[in-house]
């Protein structure tokens, strides 16, 4: 039930909004000895009252999920507070920009931590007139591939979806580029530079010839 609802968000709130028991209980048409409960942790609000609950403890549903509070404080984009999430169940891919608390398909999602390219997922990265070619080397079979490319600006981002037997390569516009970020289904989120440059295997052969 960790993931359910918790009393101490429930309290906290409830005080908040100068709310007493009674008047919750009220509203939601159950008893003051039920709020007590779900308060202290020994029971917990039917699923059939999660939204009037909610609503009358002026939170979204997510929010009473989480046990947290999100406050949305960013007037415009900042790529240093940019967080990704990927869903397990059914590979939604989800830019906040911000703190937040993601859900899809019943499941809170964890922020997802960016790598740096190795040598199982080497990407490289060329210009072509106004444009960066970012490669994946890859395999790209329905079991393992890569499942979407992301460049990030300092203005934005820009996402390319890719699916399994076809090709891991995106291009994306070089002006205010900074960064390439690509997901893994199997290993995760990976990040480079967005420069020219050679790939994790490529820079390994060079340091071994030298």
């Known amino acids: 039930m960790n993931q359910y609802v918790t009393g101490a968000m429930i309290r906290r709130l409830r005080e908040n909004k100068k709310m007493t028991q009674l008047q919750l209980a009220e509203e939601l048409t159950v008893s003051c000895k039920a709020i007590s409960k779900w308060e202290t942790g020994k029971g917990y609000p039917d699923i059939t009252l999660l939204e009037p609950l909610a609503a009358a403890l002026g939170v979204?549903?997510?929010?009473?999920?989480?046990?947290?509070?999100?406050?949305?404080?960013?007037?415009?984009?900042?790529?240093?507070?940019?967080?990704?999430?990927?869903c397990?169940?059914?590979?939604?891919?989800?830019?906040?920009?911000?703190?937040?608390?993601?859900?899809?398909?019943?499941?809170?999602?964890?922020?997802?931590?960016a790598e740096e390219e190795d040598e199982e997922h080497p990407a490289h990265i060329e210009t072509v007139e106004d444009e960066y070619c970012v490669t994946v080397a890859h395999e790209m079979s329905k079991a393992h591939y890569i499942s979407f490319i992301l460049a990030v600006k300092d203005d934005g981002y820009e996402l390319k979806k890719l699916y399994p037997e076809g090709n891991a390569e995106a291009r994306f516009k070089i002006s205010r580029t900074r960064w390439f970020y690509y997901y893994c289904n199997r290993h995760g989120l990976f990040r480079v530079p967005a420069r020219p440059h050679a790939s994790a295997a490529q820079r390994e052969a060079s340091t071994c010839s030298a």
Do not use: D, H, Q
């Open 88 to 113: 397990p169940v059914c590979g939604n891919f989800i830019v906040s920009i911000g703190e937040a608390v993601i859900s899809c398909c019943g499941i809170v999602l964890p922020v997802l931590e």
């Open 60 to 86: 979204s549903m997510i929010e009473l999920f989480s046990g947290e509070r999100i406050t949305n404080t960013n007037a415009s984009f900042n790529m240093l507070r940019m967080k990704l999430y990927v």
